[in-house]
């Protein structure tokens, strides 16, 4: 832990550093790059030693199916390699830690680096095996057109930005940035002119920067001062079940499970901050002229704790993740996209047992909440109290509904998560059950929309 915040804010530094002094225009795009991934390599090896070397392998192995399978099948062949190399990681993991967190835990960087390699050889496939027309807008916007250069690949797999805690970006931004057009992308959107200016402005991330170091901070001290008063082994603790009635260990779960999350909101804000500090992560301009730099944000926090439904609170959640997770898989899963998404997030996770708890959980209650919503919210929205009681009602279940289904994720093990709902009478998994007996569902865009592309896919060979 000490070394992972020692690096991220060195990488900080060196990310000002980075933008003054190597920006676009006092530095060719290979400088760079050479510059982004050596020092990427160098934090990777003072974090982990040895352990490093993992992330090298996978790497390189990567490339050279990049260049060498077919671009038919480049986006199989990679998935297959660095999701079978993560998952032989993450079972060493177990015999190596025993359920604990050691400082050579080096699956965070090879986790992020796994979701690089995946997201940049289906875009590869998008780019060059498939035509425009097969596209949904996204895919089209996002499709690399030609395979990367050995240091291109490099940079974007380890530049020091990322390589620690991520997020993971798609790789036409990447280099965009790298080159100096990240901004100017963005900014060719709007029309200047109607605004009052003569030229494009220069956007500074410095605020953004400030403003998220604010916010780690805050998270620091509430990790420090939370976390360790309110762990989650309590609420199995014997002597709390025995003397704490039900309505009360349910109360008790909520304070725990938002004393866990400074953590995470810790790290991914710092991580945020490190890309933005280099100049990355310019996102656009919103109708007030307010410049926003939260292109690889992870987490928005405000609808996060205010979300009021179980879709809100994971789109909000670990956002590149989410988005990597749709771009691989739900996207172009052929059947159950729900379901398949929520097994390749916990294969991604690791192996512990606690993992599959909570997303084979997500996946009951996510199916249920949205039968629900879609049989029950359009009665809610004839008035305003009405609107509003339902958005409290909501709000209550969706946080309790989190925190029932995370709380294996921090246990890991077997037996303290049959424990826990056991003493929660597995009410969560029973409502959820009875949800999908009885109410109908409506299909999914995603099982509807198959055939139209389908369709189209005939039509354009047919022609």
Known sequence: ??????????????????????????????????????????????????????????????????????????????????????????????????????????????????????????????????????????????????????????????????????????????????????????????????????????????????????????????????????????IIDNEFLDKTPFWSRLGYLYVVTQAAKPKYYFAWTLADAVNNAAGYGFSGVDERGTFHWDLLSNLNIWNIETATSFKMYIENWNIQTAAWLKRVCYDRAPWYPTALTFVLSALWHGIYPGYYFTFLTGILITLAARAIRNNFRHYFLSSVPLKIAYDVLTWVVTQLAVCYTVAPFVMLAVEPTIKFYKSMYFHMHVLSILVLLVLPMRPQAHSIRKPQNQAVQNSVKSK
């Open 1 to 234: 832990q000490i070394n992972f915040v020692a690096c991220q804010l060195f990488a900080l530094l060196a990310a000002f550093w980075f933008r003054i002094y190597l920006g676009p225009n006092h530095a060719s795009s290979a400088v760079r790059h050479a510059f982004a991934t050596l020092f990427g390599i160098y934090f990777a090896v003072f974090c982990f030693g040895w352990y490093s070397i993992h992330l090298f392998v996978l790497v390189m192995m990567n490339y050279g199916i990049m260049n060498m399978a077919s671009i038919a099948n480049i986006h199989r062949y990679s998935f297959v390699v660095a999701m079978g190399y993560l998952t032989l990681c993450h079972i060493s993991r177990i015999y190596i830690f025993h359920y604990g967190i050691l400082t050579t835990d080096f699956s965070g960087p090879l986790m992020i680096i796994t979701q690089k390699i995946t997201t940049l050889a289906c875009q590869l496939h998008d780019g060059i095996g498939r035509q425009a027309e097969e596209l949904t807008a996204e895919q089209n916007r996002l499709a690399v057109k030609t395979r990367p250069s050995l240091l291109e690949y490099l940079s974007y797999l380890l530049n020091f930005m990322s390589i620690i805690a991520g997020p993971c970006s798609n790789y036409k931004d990447y280099v965009a940035f790298i080159e100096g057009r990240h901004v100017h992308m963005k900014l060719l959107e709007v029309n200047w002119k109607q605004k009052g200016y003569d030229r494009l402005p220069d956007p500074s991330p410095t605020g953004a920067v400030m403003y998220k170091l604010c916010i780690t901070l805050a998270s620091l001290i509430l990790f420090l001062t939370l976390t360790k008063n309110f762990p989650m082994a309590y």
